[in-house]
């Protein structure tokens, strides 16, 4: 499993997160192109495999959500994604807030 978080608004890119059993990452673009090819680049960083993964998008990206899936499910080989949008993210050690 993965998680990722995308960030839209935030002072800078946050460094990624790795857990003991899921790979994660986070991307802080406006462009949500560059945005999934950097969480793919930092998930294939940290391994393969996995059959599921999930993704959190700022309310800014919700329209690009189904090209974020498609090129995360192409480059990581996860055929699976579920996830939501919402009005901001936060991540402790980060501070990335909208």
């Known amino acids: 499993m993965q998680q990722i978080w995308i960030c839209s608004k935030c002072p800078e890119q946050a460094p990624i997160m790795v ?4 790979r994660a990452a986070l991307a802080v673009e406006n462009d949500a192109t560059r945005a999934a090819h950097l969480l793919a680049d930092n998930l294939l960083g940290q ?18 959500l ?3 899936v498609d090129i995360l499910s192409q480059r990581t080989r996860v055929p699976n994604w579920v996830g939501t949008f919402g009005f901001g993210g936060y991540r402790r050690q980060s501070g990335c807030v909208q």
């Not at 857990?19 to 899921?22: A, E, K, P, S």
């Not at 391994?47 to 690009?64: C, E, N, P, W």
């Open 19 to 22: 857990l003991d059993r899921f």
């Open 47 to 64: 391994g393969s495999g996995g059959t599921v993964g999930f993704l959190y998008a700022t309310d800014r990206l919700k329209s690009d």
């Open 66 to 68: 189904a090209p974020i």
